[in-house]
Nanobody
Framework: QLQASGGGLAQAGGSLRLSCQASGRIFMFEAMAWYRQAPGKQRELVASITTLGSTNYGHAAKGRFSISRDIGQNSVYLQMNNLKPEDTAVYYC????????WGQGTQVTVSS
């Protein structure tokens, strides 16, 4: 299972740090990613990270978000800075490319 947490309400320009804890399976040999889905929109890639630490960011995340992982803790993180109202979405962690199980995600709401 992949349990995302850390979402909440933030003001524009603020920051949030999302965490994803994997359980029941070891993800240390797999690339991981954060995705998000805003109301009425398709799910999109936010950022991904390989087992060697190479990162890739979606257009909206570049320069503002940072993905990291702690293989020993079987966890992935997303540091989000300079948040914008358009970042409002449910954020999910998953494999990269994604597996079929998405979990509940964590809601991020950014007010203007």
């Amino acid at each position: 299972q992949l349990q995302a947490s850390g979402g909440g309400l933030a003001q524009a320009g603020g920051s949030l740090r999302l965490s994803c804890q994997a359980s029941g399976r070891i993800f240390m040999f797999e690339a991981m990613a954060w995705y998000r889905q805003a109301p009425g929109k398709q799910r999109e890639l936010v950022a991904s990270i390989t087992t060697l630490g190479s990162t890739n960011y979606g257009h909206a995340a570049k320069g503002r978000f940072s993905i990291s992982r702690d293989i020993g803790q079987n966890s992935v993180y997303l540091q989000m800075n300079n948040l914008k109202p358009e970042d409002t979405a449910v954020y999910y962690c998953n494999l990269s490319p994604p597996g079929t199980y998405w979990g509940q995600g964590t809601q991020v709401t950014v007010s203007s």
